[in-house]
C-alpha cells in the first residue's frame, strides 16, 4: 500500500509556523484597523466637525490669529481659525495647505523664478492653460495693494480660485478650492484671509 504523501498527512511543521505568523499578522492589521474606527468615532463625538455657518462666524471673529511662517522665509499667512495646518515637506507640491474639516482649502506655492514681469507670468499661465485644455477665465486686476493675475477654475468636486503675481523674483501663487455647494458662502470669507498674505523677499 502505497504511503501518503506529507499533504494528505497534513501540514509540514513549517508549514504551520507559517500559516500562524500570517494569522498573527491579519489579526494585528484588523486591531490596527479596529483602533483607528475608534480613534475616528471618538474624535466624532468629542470634537465633531462645525456648521459651515459656524466655522465662517469664526474665521470672521477670528482675534488671535495664527500665523504660519514660509520654512524658506519667502511668505507668512495667518491660517483661518480651526484649520489644519500641513506644512512642506508633507503639503508637497506645495509650501503649505491649510484644510478645514468642511472642505474647503487654501494652497500656496511660493517659488524663485528668472523672471520679475506680470506679463511673462501672464504668458506662462495661458501656456498652460492651452496645454492642459482648460478654461480658467484669466483676468488681470488690483488686489491686496498689487496687480495679480487672476482665475477661477470650474473642476468636478469644486471651484478654485487662484491668485498669482511674481515680486522680487519670487512667483507666489494662492489657490482656494471651495466643494461647489459651499463656493459662495465661504469665498469672500476666504479672500479676506488671503489678504494676509505678505511676502517676505
Request: net charge neutral.
Amino acid at each position: 500500500m502505497p504511503s501518503q504523501s506529507s499533504r494528505e498527512r497534513g501540514s509540514s511543521p513549517a508549514g504551520i509556523f507559517i500559516k500562524l505568523i500570517l494569522l498573527l499578522i491579519g489579526a494585528a492589521v484588523l486591531l490596527a484597523l479596529a483602533a483607528d474606527v475608534s480613534s475616528w468615532i471618538d474624535k466624532q463625538k468629542t470634537d465633531p466637525v462645525p456648521p459651515p455657518e459656524t466655522e465662517i462666524q469664526s474665521i470672521i471673529l477670528q482675534s488671535h490669529p495664527r500665523v504660519f511662517r514660509d520654512v524658506n522665509g519667502l511668505f507668512t499667512m495667518n491660517a483661518p481659525d480651526g484649520w489644519e495646518i500641513t506644512a512642506w515637506p508633507d503639503s508637497t507640491p506645495y509650501n503649505v495647505t491649510f484644510q478645514s474639516r468642511n472642505g474647503p482649502s487654501i494652497s500656496i506655492t511660493a517659488t524663485r523664478v528668472e523672471y520679475n514681469s506680470l506679463v511673462t507670468l501672464r504668458k506662462r499661465i495661458e501656456a498652460v492653460q492651452r496645454d492642459y485644455g482648460l478654461n480658467m477665465n484669466i483676468a488681470q486686476t488690483n488686489w491686496n495693494g498689487r496687480e495679480i493675475i487672476q482665475r477661477t477654475t470650474v473642476l468636478h468636486a469644486s471651484k478654485v480660485r487662484t491668485l498669482d503675481f511674481v515680486e522680487n523674483y519670487v512667483g507666489h501663487n494662492i489657490q482656494i478650492s471651495i466643494p461647489h455647494s459651499l463656493y459662495d458662502r465661504y469665498l469672500p470669507v476666504l479672500l479676506d484671509v488671503a489678504e494676509s498674505y505678505k511676502p517676505l523677499k
